[in-house]
């Protein structure tokens, strides 16, 4: 049974930053690319970033240049870095384990983000 427990979210003003994490137990960690979803109030989940099993990320256009993923597999964690964060990212942020873009695993209960104007 994989669990994904995420944590980090918190309530922020505009320009300021946040560091989430993912720590996933039950499976193969090393081997599968991971993303952060994030699924705001009244709008569809989107994923916003993903890493693969060696480390390339990949950015939604929305985030690039100022959110940054990484992975630590010696721990099975896989971090958010939000810097310049808008009112806009306001939002429940979810990881998952990625087969091509597709969520592998059950949801998380995620961390909510909420950034102020």
């Known amino acids: 049974q994989v669990q994904l427990v995420e944590s980090g979210g918190g309530l922020v003003q505009a320009g300021g930053s946040l560091r989430l994490s993912c720590a996933v137990s039950?499976?193969?960690?090393?081997?599968?690319?991971m993303g952060w979803y994030r699924q705001a109030p009244g709008k569809q989940r989107e994923l916003v970033a993903a890493?693969?099993?060696?480390?390339?990320?990949n950015y939604a256009s929305s985030v690039k240049g100022r959110f940054t993923i990484a992975r630590d597999n010696a721990k099975n964690t896989v971090y958010l870095q939000m810097n310049s964060l808008k009112p806009e990212d306001t939002a429940v942020y979810y990881c998952?384990?990625?087969?091509?873009?597709?969520?592998?695993?059950?949801w998380g209960q995620g961390t909510q983000v909420t950034v102020s104007s």
């Open positions: 998952n384990a990625l087969r091509g873009l597709v969520p592998i695993f059950s």
């Open positions: 039950g499976n193969n960690f090393r081997t599968n690319a």
């Open positions: 890493i693969t099993g060696g480390g390339s990320p």
